[in-house]
T-cell receptor, first 117, second 112 residues
Framework: NAGVTQTPKFQVLKTGQSMTLQCAQD?????MSWYRQDPGMGLRLIHY???????DQGEVPNGYNVSRSTTEDFPLRLLSAAPSQTSVYFC????????????????FGPGTRLTVL | SQQGEEDPQALSIQEGENATMNCSYK?????LQWYRQNSGRGLVHLIL?????REKHSGRLRVTLDTSKKSSSLLITASRAADTASYFC????????????FGTGTRLQVFP
């Protein structure tokens, strides 16, 4: 299994440009999520999905869109890039939430390092 | 806002010493997880402790949970240079279990 894959690894954008960060998993996980990691801030949840066709907002959703048309893929779209979106982006997946609690480990991708000029 | 905060922010020790990191969180939880992140890499799950557990072991890792103080600690015994990484706690929220919220992390440096 490839696990969680992310593309691209690095990206430089100009302010105002749009792009899509790709995330895919081959573990048949129902739950997928996107985080951004900034120095001193830890990881902050952007959007998440509990299954195909279902998405919801995390802590910092503004400026980002997601969709979940298949179980495997969970792309993150930057609508109009801003310098404040310079960060490292991580996608993660896990088995479905069970018993009303988040009791499954998350598997993380290697990250996408994004710079917005 | 973030659920957890780790303390200390950074820790430097010699190989063979024990490393203790603490995590404090804000709301009632169902469980708490610890993750490790090597420089430039994604996070890797270490251990999960449920709200009805007080202590859990996995190899050289020992995790404690005190729900009355809303805090957890991660102890790494007999540390190795390979343990050099950042360590994060993560919790769900008893009222909203769809989200796993991470703390700010502790950077551990183990010198040979």
């Amino acid at each position: 299994n490839a696990g969680v894959t992310q593309t691209p690894k690095f990206q430089v954008l100009k302010t105002g440009q749009s792009m899509t960060l790709q995330c895919a998993q081959d573990m048949n996980h129902e739950y997928m999520s996107w985080y951004r990691q900034d120095p001193g801030m830890g990881l902050r949840l952007i959007h998440y999905s509990v299954g195909a066709g279902i998405t919801d907002q995390g802590e910092v959703p503004n400026g980002y869109n997601v969709s979940r048309s298949t179980t495997e893929d969970f792309p993150l779209r930057l609508l109009s890039a801003a310098p404040s979106q310079t960060s490292v982006y991580f996608c993660a997946s896990s088995y479905s939430l069970a018993g009303g609690s988040f009791d499954n480990e998350q598997f993380f991708g290697p990250g996408t390092r994004l710079t917005v000029l | 806002s973030q659920q957890g905060e780790e303390d200390p922010q950074a820790l430097s020790i010699q190989e063979g010493e024990n490393a203790t990191m603490n995590c404090s969180y804000k709301t009632s939880i169902n469980n708490l997880q610890w993750y490790r992140q090597n420089s430039g890499r994604g996070l890797v799950h270490l251990i999960l402790i449920r709200s009805n557990e007080r202590e859990k072991h996995s190899g050289r890792l020992r995790v404690t949970l005190d729900t009355s103080k809303k805090s957890s600690s991660l102890l790494i015994t007999a540390s190795r240079a390979a343990d050099t990484a950042s360590y994060f706690c993560a919790t769900d929220d008893e009222g909203n279990t769809d989200k796993l919220i991470f703390g700010t992390g502790t950077r551990l440096q183990v010198f040979p």
